[in-house]
């Protein structure tokens, strides 16, 4: 019964000895992986979208071989729900190996305001949650995760209508002028079409125009708006409502009052 | 009555060599915990828990080696050796969490999965148990054969 009992103790004993060494070269080798996230990047694609790019430089300094490293990131709504996720997947990192890669997430501003409209009025933060996930050694699933901010500027930051001027054409028809401004925050020009509709204080339509917007990213706009509306429904009060139709954005009925 | 001289000359030196023993295996579990602990302490800036979590483990672990030892050439040797083994396994599982491992360190949530090398670690403890009630068992029928009829 010795030599069984000396047999499975020196066996238990080389698999712990393994086992141990296994798990240390493999902490030793998350320790060692080096990843440099560079400055994220936004630029609009040809459809339209907006593209965020993640650089990020990987190397593998470990005793293993890094297999499934995947790169992933989603940008939250207000709610909590997905507006947009992208993954990069790179199959196997060799021991001593130095990778370069850059991380795409495209996401339709349509989408992100849909979320919260706020996007398009005021400056604020893009909040991306980023995760890696790896598995070193073959058999060590590692996932690390965090949150980033990217900043985020309003294409249509501090939009102001300033009070109708009434110009008379004739009797019974009368031009309404009224002038737009903002202040394009954006990275991307903001170049489309602006509708204008009128409204008295009774919630009739009195009239609408429209007018052609071209600011370019960073830069101030100061534009104006025509209607012709007729004399007998102008009242003191009533509101206005705008809409924006451009190639990257489309929003609807942005309510101002006049009077 | 010579015989009886003789035994109780041998007993205090049987206990000398076993305290001698055990005195040997505690030092040498330290030093093997010293020169661990210069591979681990980097990771004790990432890890809040970790000298704590490792330096109870340890120092129960030893005790129960320094304990084994003195009893040892007895049933309670065994005993213990069964206590060890029931300690590695349960400290195994709560402090890795079954196996879920996860910390923050500067903002960033790390979730390392060691189900597998718990699993493993398991496996090899409960073969060490296997083995200790081995070895009381072969200590009782050996006993029992030396046993005078």
Redesign the interface.
């Known amino acids: 019964m010795d030599i069984p009992i000396r047999m499975i103790d020196f066996a238990t004993a080389a698999c712990w000895i393994f086992l141990i060494v296994f798990c240390a070269t493999a902490a030793y080798s998350i320790k060692d992986l080096r990843l440099d996230f560079g400055n994220s990047r936004m630029a609009t694609t040809t459809d339209n979208r907006i593209l965020v790019s993640f650089p990020l430089n990987i190397a593998n300094n470990g005793y293993y071989d890094i297999r499934s490293f995947n790169f992933s990131t989603k940008l939250l709504g207000e709610d909590g729900s997905t507006i947009t996720q992208g993954s990069t997947l790179i199959p196997t990192i060799g021991i001593g190996e130095k990778l370069s890669i850059l991380h795409n997430l495209t996401l339709d501003v349509n989408d992100v305001m849909q979320s919260d409209q706020d996007f398009l009025f005021n400056d604020t933060q893009l909040n991306i949650t980023e995760s890696i996930g790896m598995v070193i050694g073959e058999v060590i699933p590692v996932e690390a995760s965090g949150n980033i901010s990217i900043p985020w500027g309003a294409p249509l930051y501090d939009l102001k209508l300033e009070k109708p001027q009434y110009i008379a054409v004739n009797y019974t028809q009368m031009q309404v002028i009224v002038s737009i401004s903002f202040d394009n925050h954006a990275f991307f020009n903001v170049t489309g079409e602006v509708h204008l509709r009128m409204y008295n204080s009774a919630n009739q339509l009195i009239g609408h125009g429209q007018s052609m917007v071209d600011a370019a990213q960073h830069s101030h706009f100061d534009g104006q708006i025509d209607l012709n509306v007729a004399v007998s429904s102008i009242t003191q009060t009533g509101r206005f409502e705008l809409d924006f139709q451009t190639p990257l954005f489309s929003f609807g009925s942005r309510v101002i009052q006049y009077g | 009555m010579v015989e009886d001289e003789k035994s109780s000359a041998i007993r205090p030196r049987k206990l000398i060599v076993r305290v001698l023993r055990a005195t040997i295996k505690g030092l040498l579990f330290f030093a093997l915990y010293y020169v661990c602990w210069l591979?681990l302490a980097?990771?004790a800036k990432m890890i809040p828990d970790l000298q704590q979590t490792v330096q109870i483990f340890v120092r129960v672990y030893i005790c129960l080696v320094v304990v084994g030892e003195l009893t040892a050439g007895t049933i309670y040797q065994h005993f213990f050796g069964v206590a060890n083994d029931l300690f590695v396994i349960s400290y195994l599982i709560l402090s890795l969490n079954s196996g879920m491992f996860s910390m923050t360190y500067q903002?960033?949530?790390?979730?390392?999965?060691?189900r597998?090398?718990l699993m493993?670690?398991t496996m090899?403890s409960f073969?060490?148990l296997?083995?200790t009630i081995?070895?009381a068992?072969?200590f009782v029928?050996k006993k029992a054969e030396n046993a005078p009829t």
């Open positions: 591979f980097p990771f903002n960033v949530a790390l979730e390392v999965d060691l597998l090398f493993i670690a090899l073969i060490g296997s083995k081995l070895q068992i072969n029928s």
